[in-house]
């Protein structure tokens, strides 16, 4: 079928922020004297929120709760500095975002990061379009894949799931869209691999952002 909505994730989907989220964490680190980390391992430890990011950048043996709370404060800090130094959206988002306004599909973000980054992310690097929700982790917005935030938004814009394809780069990405009904699509040009994204249940892999638009409603 052809949908009428579009509810993506952000990081690794929308916007590349891997070398931002990585300069923060290894910044932290170093803070604590402890080792950091090559960029691109960042890819699989994030996606999970703060928290689960802090966790697999410590050393096994220094994984105590007072460690990881020090860690993950630090990575407040360390990110407010510098989250948007390098962060941008990936080479056809722009594209894919004009024509499907053109289209009139409706758009939302769904993310785990931080709700507050989210929103700042977005209204900054995304500011020529329109989404309806733009929602990221919160006391009242659990991490994904707790599919209360997708079908807050979905109540929210009156549409039903089965008319809104979700877009992500991760495996918690596919149990979301799975889990709230969605049309599961995987991102080959994100943070994670093919395998986790189907072994996960994407319906649906593409390699750049050109390929989901026959998808939708002309």
């Not at 939302?108 to 990221?136: C, R």
């Not at 809104?164 to 709230?180: E, F, N, P």
Request: charged share 25%; with cysteine.
């Amino acid at each position: 079928m052809k949908y009428r909505a579009l509810l993506s994730d952000l990081d690794g989907t929308l916007l590349n922020t891997l070398e931002d989220l990585a300069d923060a964490v290894n910044a932290a680190l170093a803070r604590l004297a402890l080792p950091q980390h090559e960029v691109e391992t960042y890819k699989y430890f994030v996606g999970d929120g703060r928290r689960a990011l802090a966790l697999q950048a410590l050393p096994e043996d220094r994984r105590g709760e007072a460690t990881l709370d020090a860690l993950i404060a630090h990575i407040g800090e360390e990110y407010e500095k510098r989250y948007m130094d390098h962060s941008h959206p990936y080479e056809g988002i722009p594209e894919l975002l004009d024509t499907l306004t053109a289209r009139g599909v409706r758009m939302a973000i769904l993310s785990n990061k931080p709700h507050d980054y989210t929103q700042a992310m977005v209204s900054a690097l995304l500011p020529d379009w329109s989404f309806e929700f733009v929602l990221g982790e919160s006391p009242s917005t659990p991490r994904k894949p707790d599919p209360a935030g997708a079908l807050h938004i979905l109540k929210g814009m009156g549409i039903q799931p089965a008319e809104c394809l979700y877009l992500g780069d991760s495996g918690v990405d596919m149990q979301t869209a799975t889990a709230a009904g969605l049309y599961a699509v995987g991102v080959l040009w994100g943070f994670r691999t093919a395998d986790e994204l189907l072994s996960n249940g994407a319906k649906l892999l593409v390699e750049k952002p050109a390929d989901i638009i026959p998808l939708f409603r002309d």
